[in-house]
């Protein structure tokens, strides 16, 4: 908890400079806005026990990812701007598999995140209209899923992300086109990941009853395109 009010102090104060820095130069043009669309491609996710029975254990595979973003940005200087940013992830579940136990149905659904973070950009200006970009960001996550209903011989569990804020981070880099006076294209790639959250698991096994709780986190790779207009 301790962890999340510190993350959080530190985004609505990079928030807070933003949005006055903005204000105040705004007619120096040296605020913008980003909308952003993302193919994600997120890695396998393994859910570990972290008590209850230790041989419980599950990997999740994801199919048809995607993710959208919107920031607001203050440019320092020619070469050094900052941004806050939010945005959210979706990953459908195209399988869920384990090593220790028999599985023959599962809930399917999806896994989704939606998160917050401060970011530090660097331009190299490579020609009138084309530039380079790349920086890296912090924030908050609250990752979500639809409940899983697993069932086996004799068995069944059901697993859900109960409500939690997590520490997230992401590197980032790209290209931005200036199509039109003020308007600029641009594609980037995106290295996303949380800190690790919780899962929590009730089971009926030989029709006793049980509780288990699981670790896991998300990382993904994201190509996306956007547009970005400076004021």
């Not at 020609?127 to 697993?150: E, H, R, S, Y």
């Amino acid at each position: 908890m301790k962890q999340v009010l510190c993350i959080s102090t530190l985004i609505a104060g990079v928030g807070l400079i933003i949005a006055g820095a903005s204000a105040a130069q705004a007619q120096d043009g040296s605020m913008y806005i980003t909308l952003k669309g993302a193919k994600a491609l997120s890695l396998r996710s393994t859910f570990d026990p972290t008590g209850g029975v230790p041989t419980d254990s599950y990997d999740l595979d994801f199919k048809n990812e995607w993710a959208v973003s919107t920031s607001i940005g203050h440019r320092l200087n020619e070469y050094l701007r900052i941004e806050g940013e939010l945005g959210y992830l979706v990953n459908t579940v195209e399988k869920l598999s384990s090593d220790t136990i028999t599985i023959s149905g599962t809930g399917g659904g999806s896994v989704f995140t939606s998160y917050t973070m401060a970011s530090v950009l660097a331009d190299l200006p490579l020609t009138d209209q084309l530039t380079a970009f790349a920086g890296g960001g912090i924030g908050v996550a609250k990752p979500g899923m639809d409940k899983q209903l697993l069932t086996g011989t004799g068995q069944t569990r059901e697993m859900e992300i109960e409500d939690q804020y997590v520490f997230a981070w992401k590197l980032t880099g790209g290209l931005s086109y200036e199509m039109y006076e003020n308007t600029h294209f641009f594609a980037d790639y995106t290295y996303f990941q949380t800190a690790d959250f919780d899962i929590k698991q009730k089971s009926v096994i030989g029709g006793t009853p049980g509780q288990n709780t699981l670790e896991t986190n998300l990382s993904t790779h994201m190509i996306g395109v956007g547009l970005r207009y400076d004021f």
